[in-house]
């Protein structure tokens, strides 16, 4: 079975996959962007299916991995967002939260491969080794433009004079 007639076989389950996302009480707007990355994941890793197995049963696998990725996503969030408020507790009072376009100003001041980084890993929210292939560089050179990125928007921020 090909890539696409494997891809094309899973469409019927389309809905199934949208009804398991909604009751794991994922919103339904979110419920089609996950059924959208099983599809994409499905794509990528169509040799790891056997025919001798179940597709529905395969696509739950990868829905559940989605799933949990989902959350870790929102886990690491949250902790991220805990530590930094936890970093400097004196400028949360002190100090206006940023906005949208805040982070696009500091964005357009780091280097051209830092911002490229920041803009895949913490606002697209995607994995070191993806963001390291849709570059082409090995994936501690992500690790090390984030970590110089960071500590230069932390500068960046730290020194702003706007009002």
Same mark, same amino acid.
């Given at each position: 079975?090909? %890539?696409?007639? +494997?891809?094309?076989?899973?469409?019927?389950?389309?809905?199934?996959?949208?009804?398991?996302?909604?009751?794991?009480?994922?919103?339904?707007?979110?419920?089609? =962007?996950? !059924?959208?990355?099983?599809? +994409?994941?499905?794509?990528?890793? /169509?040799?790891?299916? &056997?025919?001798? #197995?179940?597709?529905?049963?395969? *696509?739950? *696998?990868?829905?559940?991995?989605?799933?949990? =990725? #989902?959350?870790?996503?929102?886990?690491? &969030?949250?902790?991220?967002?805990? /530590?930094?408020?936890?970093?400097?507790?004196?400028?949360?009072?002190? &100090?206006?939260?940023?906005?949208? =376009? %805040?982070? #696009?100003?500091?964005?357009?001041?780091?280097?051209? !491969?830092?911002?490229?980084?920041?803009? $895949?890993?913490?606002?697209?929210?995607?994995?070191? #080794?993806?963001?390291?292939?849709? $570059?082409?560089?090995?994936?501690?050179?992500?690790? /090390?433009?984030? /970590?110089? !990125?960071?500590?230069?928007?932390?500068?960046?921020?730290? %020194? =702003?004079? &706007?009002?």
């Amino acid at each position: 079975m090909t %890539d696409e007639e +494997l891809v094309e076989a899973a469409r019927k389950y389309e809905k199934v996959i949208l009804n398991f996302f909604v009751q794991c009480g994922v919103s339904p707007f979110d419920a089609e =962007d996950m !059924a959208q990355q099983v599809y +994409l994941r499905l794509w990528k890793y /169509s040799s790891r299916y &056997r025919p001798s #197995a179940s597709l529905l049963t395969f *696509l739950h *696998l990868v829905a559940r991995q989605v799933m949990l =990725d #989902a959350r870790r996503g929102a886990i690491r &969030r949250s902790q991220r967002e805990e /530590s930094w408020a936890m970093e400097r507790p004196e400028a949360v009072g002190a &100090r206006r939260f940023c906005v949208g =376009d %805040d982070v #696009a100003w500091a964005l357009a001041k780091l280097p051209e !491969a830092q911002g490229e980084v920041v803009r $895949l890993g913490v606002i697209e929210e995607r994995p070191y #080794a993806e963001i390291a292939e849709r $570059l082409g560089i090995p994936v501690g050179t992500v690790k /090390s433009r984030m /970590s110089n !990125a960071l500590k230069e928007l932390r500068r960046i921020f730290e %020194d =702003d004079e &706007r009002p």
